[in-house]
Every structure is written in C-alpha cells, then in structure tokens.
C-alpha cells in the first residue's frame, strides 16, 4: 500500500477520550481491524512514550463508542475549533413574557425546541428591533441543549457567518467552513437580512440551507422583516425561508410591556410602586430592550439620588432621556373619559349610570375596572380626575381598579379581546 493510501485510511483516525491512562481512539468500522493489525504496537508504544509506562491506548468503531466519546468523534465537529458559547441564563423560555404580540411566535419556537426538525423546519420569526427574537432563539438553543447535550447546534448572527465565510475564502479554509456548518444538528441565524446584497455569502448560505433541510437539520432564522420584504436577497433564498412557518412578532402591547417590567423587577427583587411602572410602560410602546433600559435608568437615578421610584419621578428621567416622546405626549390629541365610558357601555351592553352607581354586581363591576383602566392608559387624565368622572370615586379605588383590570387582562382571553376591541374603537 503506497503512502497516499496510508493517508486516506490512516485520516479518519483521532482521539476521542483520554481517562485513567486509557486513550481511546474512534476509526471507522471498515478500518478498524486494518489499524489495529499495522499499527496497533506502534500506538501503544507511541502512547506509553507520552504518557507514561502505565498508558495504554483503544481502538473503537464509532457505533461502539460511548455518547460523549461519538458526540467528539463525529466528524462534523472535525474542523470545528470555536468554544462553544454558554447559554444566556436570561434567554429562556421561563424570562419570556407571553402576550398577542408574540404568541404565535413563542409557540413556534417552543415547538421547535421540543420537537426539532418535526414541525416546522425552516421557522423563520420577523419583527422590528428589540421585541424578543434574539431572546427566542436563545431560548431555542438553551432548551434543546439541556435535553440533549450531543446535539450540534450552532448559533450566530447573520453577520458573523458572513464574517466566517470570508475568513475561510480568505485562508483557503472553505472545507473547515462548510464541515462547521453543513453538518449542524440545529442552526439558529439571528439577523439573516445581513445577507442581503452579498453575493457569494448568500450562495453559500443557499447550499448550506439545502444540505441541513435536506438532512433533517432543524434550521431557525429571524430578520427584521418578512421574507417577502427582503428584496435584496434571492428570490431562491426568500422562497425556502417561506417554506417553512413565517411567525411574526409586534411591538408589545401595554398589558404586555407592564408585565414585563414586573418580570424584571421580580427578577430583580425590587418592589417597585405600580404607577410608576404605568410611566414607563406608557412611554416605551415599541422596544423592549429600551422598555428595560429604562426602567434601570429610572432605578438607578432613584439610588444615586435618595429618592422613591415614582410616577413623577419616572417622568422626570425619561423627559430629559426621550423628550420628542415627552413632547408627543404633552401634545398629542387623546379620547376623553367620556369617551372611553361611552364605548364601555357600548360594548357591555350597560346605562352609563350603571359605570357611575355603587352597585358591585359582577356584570357592572368588570365594565367598570375597564373603563378606569382605559381612561388611565388612553386619556393622560389623573387619577383623581377619573375618580370625579366615575361618581367621585378616590384616586385609590381607581388604582385598585386598574390593579384588578390589569391582572384579569393578562390571565383572561376574553378580557384581553374586550380591551384591543375598545382600544380600536377609541383609536
């Protein structure tokens, strides 16, 4: 046998383990005797020379090795020398919020993470900036990885492939690349549109999609935008992103934006005054990150200053930090409380005096806590003004309606339906 030949048999050879002395080498089956008979001594003599008299080395098809010992043999994790990133203890299924902005999309991912490759292979989420697309591939990838350790799942952003592409084309590396990528049990690519007006990161990204689908390789994308607004990209690429589920994801609602900043808090152990998470969740409507940014910028000033964390105080930080949405709120056209009464009793089927009257009967009592609760969100009415407009109630009562409508909204299907109908209807 010429010394090419050697080569050939002699490459698919590597160490997989190393315990107690014992190095464990995995080749594959049809070698396995040929290289145990030539080269079996020459092994063992090489190995007690670099690890002591007492070493002593294996050699085992890759059927027969161990889990761990096949997850290092697999030749797809062969040119693979990147160290695997830790999961985000942040971005899991558990820290994300559900709401109708974003619940097709997390049940989606959900699926995916549970049954990967089974439902819907490729699951492509869009949505603008900072609404929990990153955090659902996270969550995706944090899963999948507690339940099964020896899954391949490799995760990046759009720009990083493209970065990593072009290092290989540059160093001559574009085999190492493709093992790295064409050979994922799970791919999750944050930012795709990056790949647009890239010629050959987008052909590489074309074949790399085939090789997994084709495979059974469960691949997860998000973008900015739907797949059919992402002109710049092939129409070949757009098709197969669309073969799949398109989940789409919208800024948060504010039942929605409240409860994440209650999420936050707890997570933070911080008891915070619920009016003061209304004057955050009612500046920032469209980004959660920002959403969250804000919040600690509102807890950090209240530290480093000595003062409660407040409505007024709240409105006090996010002026100087958003003051064109200072200004829009001070100026914009809003609904009136009468309004918002009018459409409450529309929609239960009530008399306005019922909204004004002491009765605590249950088909009076929810319309009610709603109405309170949409002139609070709608209107930029004090509590205490409210209060006056429903039958000299306190600022208190309205509080504690608002409370009690806000809970109802984020556990009740129907409640949160009635509150989107009145919110059009009043837009």
Not at 231 to 243: H, N, T, V
Not at 291 to 313: K, N, Q, W, Y
Not at 361 to 368: E, K, Q, Y
Request: hydrophobic share 40%; charged share 25%.
């Amino acid at each position: 046998m010429d010394e090419a030949t050697y080569r050939i048999w002699l490459a698919p050879l590597r160490a997989v383990d190393l315990r107690d002395s014992l190095l464990t080498l995995c080749a594959p089956t049809q070698t396995i005797a040929w290289v145990r008979d030539r080269f079996g001594r020459l092994l063992q003599t090489a190995v007690a020379a670099a690890l002591g008299p007492d070493a002593s080395v294996d050699i085992v098809s890759a059927e027969h090795a161990t889990p761990r010992q096949r997850h290092h043999d697999d030749p797809r994790e062969h040119h693979d020398t990147a160290p695997r990133a830790l999961p985000n203890p942040k971005l899991t299924f558990d820290q994300f919020v559900i709401g109708d902005s974003n619940r097709l999309a997390h049940a989606a991912a959900l699926t995916v993470a549970e049954m990967p490759a089974q439902a819907y292979n490729p699951l492509f989420i869009c949505g603008p900036p900072g609404v929990g697309k990153t955090h659902l591939l996270g969550a995706i990838a944090s899963l999948l990885g507690a339940h099964d350790p020896s899954l391949i799942i490799r995760s990046l952003t759009g720009e990083q492939f493209t970065t990593e592409f072009l290092r290989s084309l540059n160093d001559g590396s574009t085999t190492s690349f493709k093992a790295r990528f064409r050979h994922a049990d799970v791919l999750l690519i944050d930012d795709i549109q990056f790949l647009e007006r890239k010629a050959r990161t987008e052909e590489e990204f074309f074949h790399t999609f085939n090789s997994l689908h084709d495979a059974g390789s469960q691949i997860v994308l998000t973008s900015d935008r739907p797949p059919r607004d992402l002109a710049a990209l092939e129409d070949r690429l757009r098709e197969r992103f669309e073969s799949g589920l398109v989940a789409d994801i919208h800024p948060p609602d504010r039942a929605t934006r409240l409860a994440i900043l209650r999420k936050r808090a707890n997570h933070d152990g911080l008891d915070l005054d619920v009016e003061a998470l209304y004057a955050v969740a009612d500046r920032i409507t469209l980004n959660v990150r920002a959403l969250e940014g804000a919040l600690i910028r509102v807890i950090a000033f209240a530290s480093l200053t000595g003062r409660p964390v407040s409505a007024d105080l709240a409105n006090e930080v996010l002026d100087g930090l958003y003051p064109q949405s200072a200004a829009a709120r001070r100026t914009a056209t809003r609904c009136t409380v009468a309004d918002v009464q009018q459409a409450a009793c529309e929609h239960f089927g009530i008399a306005p005096d019922d909204l004004l009257s002491a009765s605590r009967a249950a088909r009076v009592t929810w319309p009610r806590q709603l109405a309170m609760y949409l002139a609070r969100e709608l209107t930029g009415e004090s509590l205490p003004s409210i209060g006056r407009h429903f039958g000299g109630r306190d600022h208190t009562t309205v509080m504690h309606a608002c409370r009690r409508a806000d809970q109802r909204i984020l556990s009740d299907l129907d409640a949160r339906t009635a509150v989107e109908d009145l919110r059009r209807r009043l837009a």
